[in-house]
């Protein structure tokens, strides 16, 4: 029998208990990527350790998932995979697994962006800890983020102009995909077609479709600063 609990409530002591190991887990990651790497690159020890944290990933996430699609459970509005921060936790997988630059670039724009954001204003309408709900949010997100963070300051691996512009045409990809399988199929995946039920940022930004022009735009400042540091770091080491 799965394991009952009260609402969720963001920040109460379940969402506060979440972001403080949020915090521990970032430090944790970021010193063992560094006393993983080579002057080659990643060494064999980053490997087998970024192939077993994929495995982790793919068991937390494909048994929360799994739950979702139980008949019991099942509504076309939730139990897909196709909210943004779904493809983010397969982005991580793959970047994890291999090491390559695709996948570590969807990493670093969504896992430090999108699923933080999830982090930080969970719209989590069910229920708190214990219970599946609220384990596979936080699973979820918090190894999204944490893969992230271990690649980039753990690893040494860095974002470029590149690397920016593959993130923003496959999320542009998956915006139009996705608002067009709303309007077929009355759902709201991404919040593309409306503003999620409980409170979030993009009560700021104003009624739809402003606040979806709002997001990009927002999306495509703060990524290119989230790039321009690492840019400007390597041309100076190349001056030198």
Known sequence: MLPTAGDFDAYGPSHLAALGLFAVGCAGLVLL?????????????????????????????????????????????????????DLAWVAAIGALWTLGRRGFALSYYWGLTLSVQ???????????????????????????????????????????????????????????????????????YGYLNEKPGTGSVLDLLGPWPWYVLAEVVIILLGWALITYPWTRREAARRER
């Open 118 to 188: 999830g982090l930080l204003t969970p719209a989590l309408n069910g229920g708190d800890y214990p219970h599946i709900d609220y384990l596979g949010f936080f699973g979820t997100h918090l190894l999204t983020v944490w893969a992230a963070v271990y690649l980039t300051w753990g690893l040494g691996m860095r974002p470029d102009w590149r690397d920016y512009r593959f993130a923003v045409a496959v999320t542009l990809a998956w915006a139009v995909a996705t608002f067009v399988f709303n309007l077929i199929a009355g759902t709201n």
């Open 33 to 85: 990527g560094r006393s993983q790497r080579t002057p080659d690159g990643p060494g064999d020890q980053a490997r087998g350790f970024g192939r077993a944290y994929a495995l982790a990933i793919v068991y937390v996430a494909v048994g929360t998932q799994a739950y979702t699609v139980l008949p019991a459970q099942w509504k076309i509005g939730g139990s897909l995979p196709l909210q943004l921060c």
